[in-house]
Each structure stands twice: as C-alpha cells, then as structure tokens.
C-alpha cells in the first residue's frame, strides 16, 4: 500500500538526484540578470549638501522690525521652502531646454509632463538640523554633475537674495519714514505758507493734518463762522483741491502719511538724529550682507562626477537572478516528479507491454556471516513476473 507520508530523506534524494540540474539553472538565471545590469540604460546621481548657519537666520539690526528664528524646525522649514521655491517651474524648464530634454511640441500636456519627469530626477531632503542635501540623476554622468552645480548655485544665489530682499524691503520703509520725516521738518522750518506754494505731496499732507487737528480744537471755542474757522475750512479745501492733482493710486503701497511732528526743536533734533543713524547702519548692514552672506552658507559636499551608476545594482540583480534560479528549479523538480511515473506505475507499464501483470514486490535477501539467517534490511524491490 502507498503511504501517504513525505519523509525528509525522501527530499534530500531528490535534490540529490537533480543537483546538477539545478545548479545550471541557477548559474544561467544568474548569469542572465546579470547581464541585465549591462544592457539597461544606467542612471548616475551627483549630490551636494549645503548648511544654513543660525546667524542667517538672526540680524540684530532689523530684529527689532522682523522677528528672529531660533527654532530649529522652523530653520529647517524654511529652508525647505526656500529651496523649493529655487527650484522652481522656470528653472527646471530652463534646465530642459538647456540640456535638450524637452521636445519641440508646443503642447501645455506634454510639456506638463516633461516637466514633471524631470522634476522627478531631483531628490531633495532634510539631513538634519540646518543641513540640506540635493541630488540630480541622469544617464550622462557629466550632465548630472553640471545641472548639480547649476542647482547649487541656483539655490544659494535664491537663499542670499532672500535675506537680502528682506533688508532691501526694511530699507525701503524707512527711506518712506524719513521722506515723510523731512517734510514735517521743512514745513516747521520754512513756514506753511512757502512749503504750500511748492505743492509736495509730503508736505500738503503733512499741513492737511495739522489743519484738521486745528479745525477739531478750535471747533470748541468757536463756531463755524468764526473768522479764524473760516480761514481753516479755506485752507483745507485749497490743500485737498491741490491733492487732487496728484494721481495716489498709482502706487499706494508705496506712500506713507507724512508723520504728525512736534514743534519743539529740541525733540525734533532726537528724532531727525535717531532716524538717520538707524538709515546709516541699515546701509551699512546691506553692504556687510552682501559680502558676508555666502559664509553664511556652508558647503558640506561638493558635487562630484559619479563614477559608479546607481541603478542598475549589480548585486542587487545578481540576489535577484539567484532566487530566480531557485523559483525555476522548484517548478521543474515538481514537474518532473509529476510526469515522471513512480516505480509501481513503470513496473505496472511494463508488464502491460509484455502482456502480463505484476504479482507483487519482495523484499531483497541478505545473507549474514553468522549463518544462513534472513534478515529484513534494506527493502530494495525486486519482482515476479507470470
């Protein structure tokens, strides 16, 4: 009777009996996905890490106007998003054109997704605290390493102009105070009445306050046919007639109201005094961010020219091929012990190709040395054929 049981060493014979078998099949599949990794196009990545130093991110002298940053997560966001915004849509597409990897189609779709493959080939991450690291992939190691570059100084020129925008923009507003500033003091100087005749808009606005102000604590004392609140109500149609003649919405976010001004000689020295040292050192900050700036961005890893592909691995292919190897070699043993008859159903064919049927199956005799004893080992099948 057949036995339902798989034995071990049942197993063991029949990787025995098709070692050799498997063992070709294993060094071919091996041999072929390695020579996979010579017949697919090779991918090669040129890297660059750069540092952000805390002190970029902190300027004592507009502190006072824009907020320090001090935490490091909020570093690393922005210096993510600077990044970001250097490698932007018009970059890449430059970078396209360039190195001739765009098509000539006019289609928005296809430049859309010409775009995006490329954009694809960079890889950009955070390597901890304010350092950053950027890798660019391509087929021509050469060309990875020149766009690398191109990268890293579009990144950095794009960081610097960001501090110094940011400066530019505080400089800006207070060149707008101080316009502001030296119309009120040339309408106390001069006198309102030839500051008027020479029409500034700084300074018939600067007047347009005073006037209000005056109209608002006169109105008090006296009524509004008072000679003196009829002087004041002439005077502050004539300055809204003359403000008329100047087009403001041109450019609103570009005018400042003129500030109210004391009087008093004494306070306006302080502040004439205070402004212009502040205007003073803001100028001279610019000039020291303009050349310190780039030391304010370290170079951790230079862009090199890839000598090695990353993809394909060899190694990697080679792993592959072998466990292939051994997926092939399972299906065909398994085939082959299916289709392969066992030996009750060879000795059953043959007896039926020689017209007859098998008795049964006995087990070999062996003879011991100490007699002619019969001893049951070893049950090697032997038959009868009638």
């Given at each position: ?5 798989i034995f ?6 029949t ?9 070709l ?19 090669y990545?040129?890297t660059?890490?750069?540092?952000v ?13 824009i ?11 922005a210096i ?6 250097a ?25 859309a997704?010409?775009?995006q ?17 950027i ?24 960081i610097?102009?960001?501090?110094i ?15 502001s ?14 500051t008027?005749a ?18 608002a ?18 005077r502050?149609?004539?300055i ?14 570009a005018?400042?109201?003129p500030?109210?001004m ?14 212009y040292?502040?205007?003073?050192d ?9 050349k310190s ?13 890839p ?21 092939i070699s399972f299906?065909?043993v398994?085939i082959?012990?299916i ?10 064919l ?11 199956v006995?087990?070999k ?11 049951r ?6 038959t009868?054929?009638?």
């Amino acid at each position: 009777m057949n036995s339902d049981k798989i034995f071990f060493r049942d197993l063991i014979k029949t990787i025995s009996k098709y070692r050799n078998r498997i063992v070709l099949i294993c060094v071919l599949t091996v041999a072929f996905c390695f020579q996979l990794t010579f017949w697919i196009s090779k991918q090669y990545t040129s890297t660059f890490e750069i540092n952000v130093y805390s002190k970029y991110f902190q300027n004592p002298l507009i502190s006072g106007v824009i907020p320090d940053v001090y935490n490091i997560p909020e570093m690393r966001f922005a210096i993510d998003s600077m990044v970001k915004e250097a490698i932007s849509d018009e970059f890449i597409d430059d970078l396209g054109k360039r190195y001739k990897m765009y098509s000539e189609t006019k289609d928005d779709r296809e430049i859309a997704k010409e775009r995006q493959a490329l954009r694809d080939k960079f890889s950009y991450f955070s390597t901890g605290g304010q350092s950053y690291q950027i890798s660019f992939s391509h087929s021509d190691p050469y060309i990875a390493k020149e766009i690398t570059e191109r990268t890293l100084r579009q990144v950095k020129d794009h960081i610097v102009g960001k501090r110094i925008s940011t400066i530019e923009l505080v400089k800006e507003v207070m060149i707008r105070k101080l316009n502001s500033f030296n119309a009120s003091q040339k309408f106390t100087q001069k006198g309102s009445d030839k500051t008027l005749a020479s029409k500034s808009p700084d300074v018939l606005k600067e007047e347009l306050v005073k006037v209000n102000t005056s109209i608002a604590a006169l109105s008090k004392q006296y009524s509004t046919n008072h000679p003196i609140m009829l002087n004041l109500k002439q005077r502050q149609k004539t300055i809204n007639s003359w403000l008329k003649e100047f087009d403001m919405s041109k450019d609103d976010s570009a005018v400042d109201l003129p500030m109210s001004m004391t009087h008093d000689k004494i306070v306006s020295e302080q502040l004439s005094s205070k402004f212009y040292a502040k205007y003073h050192d803001f100028n001279i900050a610019l000039e020291i961010e303009k050349k310190s700036l780039q030391n304010y961005i370290g170079l951790i890893k230079t862009p090199q020219l890839p000598t090695a592909p990353i993809w394909p691995k060899k190694r990697l292919f080679a792993s592959l091929g072998f466990i292939l190897g051994l997926v092939i070699s399972f299906i065909y043993v398994f085939i082959s012990e299916i289709i392969v008859p066992s030996k009750d159903e060879q000795l059953a064919l043959e007896a039926e190709k020689l017209g007859t049927f098998v008795l049964g199956v006995l087990p070999k005799m062996n003879e011991v040395s100490s007699g002619p004893a019969l001893k049951r080992d070893n049950p090697e099948i032997s038959t009868l054929r009638g």
